[in-house]
């Protein structure tokens, strides 16, 4: 047992950020329109996130510096502020959609209007943030989370032809011709950016720093990243199959959770959907508690505040007014009606500046000996974190003309 | 036309050299029990007597670390008024490394005055703001 849970950072850290509301749908809309010729994107993000959240946990571990702190340090106040902005803003879109996501989940499971229930997620999230401890928080979360692997195991079970989802593995870019090829690109930058958000950075290295990691914890933090997220990676891949399965010959379209949760429902009937709306509520609520601590965590490294849930509420007084804050501000945007699912659509053009300008200063000092001493970045780890970089950079420009051209993907 | 000679030499090195730029601001202060204080985010230095001829001997130094709202003049140029900084004398400062640590607590430093009144007036008062979580 102490073997799982010393992997639970990982696994909260990935569900938030594959699994969360905006991947929930966004994986079962891309399964529905283009069948898994995406699948290729899903495991160059996920390479690329295990690359730099190791890093980022790396530093964490070594020099007890959070990212957001470096970010500061090397980039200066000035692009920092450009990076802590888009951040922010991503970070309090997402929240946003998340807590909206509760709701939705939890919609499916009592058939109560979401719009009662986002003040209720909204005070969860809080109350949990408040008074429960770092390490019960993302066990439970992270174990309930495991319940979508019923879309794992789904697959298996709605026999699918593997001959024809094996060949749309390979087949690019997509099987039909009503999809034009920018509508394809900008769904690969989409999911790209979405594995790769800077949000799971933050929080990884910080919650490196909640749980007090040092050097001898380097093979704990290499064994949470290289499970946590391809296991989310994993998740997310089965959520597209399953869409690939059910939705994509009948021509279903994707416009909420309920289309996410219709190949369960199929193959498994109610229990299947039970279990599924169980595994929504703890990814979206698992995803709400992350983004929640992220804001906290970024603004307070960014301004030298004390942060951090080891300390008591009022030793970081700042931190828990920011994140008060941020969830007062989610439902404020939640209570005017907003589809929270366009919500994170939107994030996307944000991530496209966030990206570079967090991925780069992690390369910096990860080269750095003087923070890191004997554990600075090897070679291949260096020219494999500069070619990432570049991919980010590229996909980072082609983000916006690209949501222009195809009109966000409609 | 200056002969090279009446240059003014560089100060005599003793110990670490620190580049305030890259070593100082922007780093994160901490109290010896490892609280943050604030960010470096200007620091103070000594006037010298003569800003055209400066006196090889006594060269301006450090004399504080400043913090302060400085977000909208790193962006946009220009310099706030030495008011709205607060000082955090050099003579406390223990140890600039990678962080820079000073030798007194954080509460005792009016840095750290907005993170107390947070603290008093809005979380502390909320319940189970002043415990430990569980």
């Known amino acids: ?410 | 036309m200056t002969d090279h000679r009446d240059l003014p030499m560089p100060p005599p090195v003793a110990g670490r050299v620190l580049d305030a730029d890259l070593d100082l601001l922007d780093r994160q202060i901490l109290d010896p029990d490892g609280v943050p204080v604030s960010t470096v985010d200007d620091l103070e230095l000594t006037d010298p007597d003569d800003l055209e001829h400066l006196d090889p001997d006594t060269p301006p130094v450090v004399s504080a670390l400043l913090t302060g709202p400085i977000l909208a003049t790193r962006i946009f140029g220009g310099r706030m008024p030495d008011s709205r900084f607060i000082r955090i004398p050099w003579k406390v400062v223990a140890d600039p490394g990678i962080v820079v640590t000073v030798g007194v607590a954080a509460d005792s430093l009016d840095a750290s005055w907005a993170e107390r009144w947070m603290s008093e007036h809005v979380i502390g008062r909320i319940p189970g703001g002043r415990h430990d979580p569980e």
């Open chain 1, 1 to 410: 047992m102490k073997g799982l849970f010393a992997v639970a950072l990982g696994v909260l850290t990935a569900i938030g950020g594959f699994v969360d509301i905006g991947d929930l749908v966004t994986s079962s809309v891309v399964g529905s329109r283009f069948g898994l010729t995406l699948a290729w994107v899903l495991v160059l993000g996920t390479v690329g996130i295990c690359l730099f959240a190791q890093m980022s946990g790396r530093v964490a571990a070594v020099s007890g510096r959070a990212t957001f702190e470096i970010i500061r340090e090397r980039l200066g106040a000035r692009l920092a502020v450009a990076n802590l902005s888009a951040s922010f803003l991503i970070n309090l879109l997402t929240l946003t959609a998340e807590i909206g996501g509760i709701a939705l989940a939890m919609q499916l499971a009592s058939s109560i209007s979401p719009g009662l229930w986002f003040p209720v997620a909204a005070f969860a999230v809080w109350i949990v943030i408040w008074r429960v401890r770092f390490s019960i928080l993302e066990n439970v979360t992270g174990l309930l989370g495991l319940a979508l692997v019923v879309f794992a195991v789904a697959v298996f079970f709605l026999h699918p032809d593997w001959s024809a989802l094996g060949s749309q593995l390979l087949q690019q870019p997509s099987p039909h011709t009503d999809e034009s090829p920018a509508t394809y690109w900008y769904y690969a930058v989409a999911l790209f950016g979405a594995a790769m958000t800077p949000y799971e950075v933050f929080f990884f290295s910080s919650g490196a720093i909640e749980e007090k990691w040092k050097p001898k914890d380097l093979a704990q933090s290499r064994v949470n990243v290289l499970v946590g997220f391809p296991l989310g990676a994993i998740l997310s891949l089965s959520i597209a199959a399953c869409a690939a399965i059910v939705l994509l010959p009948k021509g279903i379209a994707v416009t909420s959770l309920y289309e996410t949760a219709l190949p369960i429902a199929q193959a498994f009937g109610k229990i299947g959907l039970i279990v599924a709306i169980l595994g929504f509520v703890a990814a979206t609520f698992g995803a709400s508690l992350e983004v929640t601590l992220s804001s906290g965590y970024t603004l307070a490294q960014f301004f030298g505040w004390p942060w951090g849930k080891f300390r008591r509420p009022a030793h970081a007084s700042r931190f828990h007014a920011a994140m008060i804050l941020s969830l007062v501000v989610a439902l404020g945007i939640l209570l005017t009606g907003v589809d929270p699912v366009q919500v994170t659509e939107i994030s996307v053009v944000f991530s496209a500046i966030a990206l570079p300008l967090t991925y780069l200063p992690i390369l910096i000092v990860a080269n750095d000996p003087k923070y890191m001493g004997d554990h600075v970045n090897g070679r291949v780890t260096n020219v494999v974190g500069l070619i990432f970089l570049g991919i980010i950079l590229v996909a980072s420009i082609a983000a916006i003309p690209l949501m222009i051209v195809t009109g966000a993907g409609a």
